[in-house]
């Protein structure tokens, strides 16, 4: 909640919860930024995450079709790496 702290700021603590294995203080991240920066396509990727390490695969499909397709030009580099975690979800995997 720090002012002037960005979208990719706060995601980037999210994902160092995720890395630490706080799954559910992650998630609580994600979901304040994406509250807090709706338009930042970022946010919809920290969700993603988010819904993939609680286990919740209905909603880390949709959550990840939603950021696969809001990608901006300048991060398509991205794009293998999140369609490789759908394709995993989808499979079951």
Do not use: C
């Not at 995601?11 to 920066?37: I, P, Q, T």
């Not at 819904?51 to 919740?56: K, P, R, S």
């Not at 696969?68 to 794009?79: A, N």
Request: charge should be positive.
């Amino acid at each position: 909640h720090l002012p002037g702290t960005n979208a990719f700021q706060i995601h980037s603590y999210g994902a160092s919860l995720l890395a630490s294995g706080k799954n559910d203080k992650a998630m609580e991240v994600f979901k304040f930024n994406r509250e807090r920066y709706p338009d930042q396509f970022v946010t919809w990727i920290g969700l993603a995450r988010g819904y993939t390490a609680l286990g919740d695969k209905e909603n880390a499909i949709k959550t990840w079709q939603i950021a696969i397709h809001q990608v901006p030009e300048d991060f398509k580099s991205l794009l293998p790496r999140m369609e490789k975690a759908l394709k995993k979800l989808q499979e079951g995997s």
